[in-house]
């Protein structure tokens, strides 16, 4: 689908979105390091854990809001109560006031605002989109994240700890234009008359979540299923450390060391900036190799490509944990991307094929469990380096991916049992 061809929605959202995701990244990365520094580690990991289970609650009705009250609505409420959180962010960052607890409570109301902008974003490009153009824009999008992932953080590793105030105020006055631009120059997509989900729609929010909540039994009376979503969970808890452990360990083991050297110049780095660095490795690699990577795991066995994924992210943290060289560092976060795009493309395709056709909308939703329960418990990371210590805290997240590894072995096994005592199932390599 050519840039002609697009909506103007989806045009004015690209550009909107893509600058305010720039600056996202530009402060997010560092947050638990900040958090950790204000509040101390443990009660930093807890508040952050109480942040996430918060955001999963509202990421619930978030379908139901898009749907009930529209998609331009609901995304123009997101931005205005995203300019409401950056003022009280600055605030807490100003020159006159440093509250951390105003400045927590900023960042965590940000994260639910976006936990309700995000569906109706979704349903937008589906309402505009014909279906086999679909792929296609949402990869646009993605990518656009991608590139703002890696540039935000290398210039957040020099704003956010130097010009944080004023890095605050540029995101509110970038919010304050989004928001009039949602309000101004979209237009509602949202259909009036929703065929199946007409009914859905007319219920009360309590009730969608109920039903929500519901649909997650199928992982119960699915053993294959359910051992899918532990997995998932457990290695989580690896790759949702990019933006909290790692970030702290950065910080605070890391020492100012000489990156590159040519004659009399240097490039010299601290722990701050390394660390920027390093999230914007990721990004790098995500938007150069994701394609790549997945036409070449498509070639391989499934089992082999989860099995070696949730290996290769124990290997990386584990390394990570174990050395404060910034080059042996960088390694260890490109091991760690490797195993990210090895399953970046075939997760969502081994659940189609695993849930019954009739079933698919439940398996998907259920799906999502492994990160949002992985997203909840993964701060306490943070507190756990207070009780064991950093290096035993890698090793620890380390060998939660070796389980699930070993859980991923158990699941195909089962699988393949299946198969061969009911042979109408589809076959999953």
Known sequence: MKWKDWDTNLKVRLLGEGVSNMLFWMYFPFMSIYFSNAFGKEKAGLLLVVSQVIGVVIGLIGGYCADHFGRKRMMVISAVGNVLCFIFFALGNSPWLA????????????????????????????????????????????????????????????F?????????????????????????????????????????????????????????????????????????VLVAQTFMQLDLLMAVYSTEQVPKQTLISI???????????AFSWFVSENGLLVVLLTVIMTKWMTKYRERNVFISSALLYGIAIIIFGQSANVWTLFFAVAVFTAAELMVTGIQESFVSKLAPKHMRGQYFAAAS???????????????????????????????????????????????????????QTTAIK
């Open 160 to 232: 956010f700890f130097n010009y944080r105030f004023e890095l605050l105020l540029a995101c509110l006055a970038v919010s304050i234009i989004l928001t009039i631009i949602l309000q101004k120059f979209i237009d509602e997509t949202k259909p009036e008359k929703i065929s199946d989900n007409e009914k859905q729609s007319s219920l009360r929010w309590t009730d969608y979540v109920s039903q929500q909540l519901a649909d997650y039994r199928v992982i119960i009376t699915d053993k294959v299923f359910l051992m899918f979503i532990i997995a998932g």
């Open 369 to 423: 469990l492994r990160y949002s329960i992985g997203r909840s418990i993964a701060p306490l990371a943070i507190p756990m380096t207070v009780w064991f210590g950093f290096r035993w805290t890698f090793i620890i997240l380390g060998a939660l991916s070796f389980i699930s590894a070993a859980l991923y072995g158990g699941m195909f096994k089962m699988l393949d049992h299946r198969r061969n005592h009911l042979p």
């Open 263 to 273: 004659g009399d110049w240097s490039l010299v780095v601290d722990g701050k900036h």
């Open 99 to 158: 509250s951390p607890i105003l400045t927590f409570m900023s960042f965590s109301a940000l994260g639910l605002f976006g936990a309700l902008y995000m569906p109706a974003s979704h349903a937008m490009v589906a309402d505009v989109v014909p279906e086999q153009h679909r792929a296609s824009v949402f990869a646009v999008f993605y990518t656009s994240i991608n590139v703002s992932v890696v540039i935000g953080p290398i210039l957040g590793g020099i």
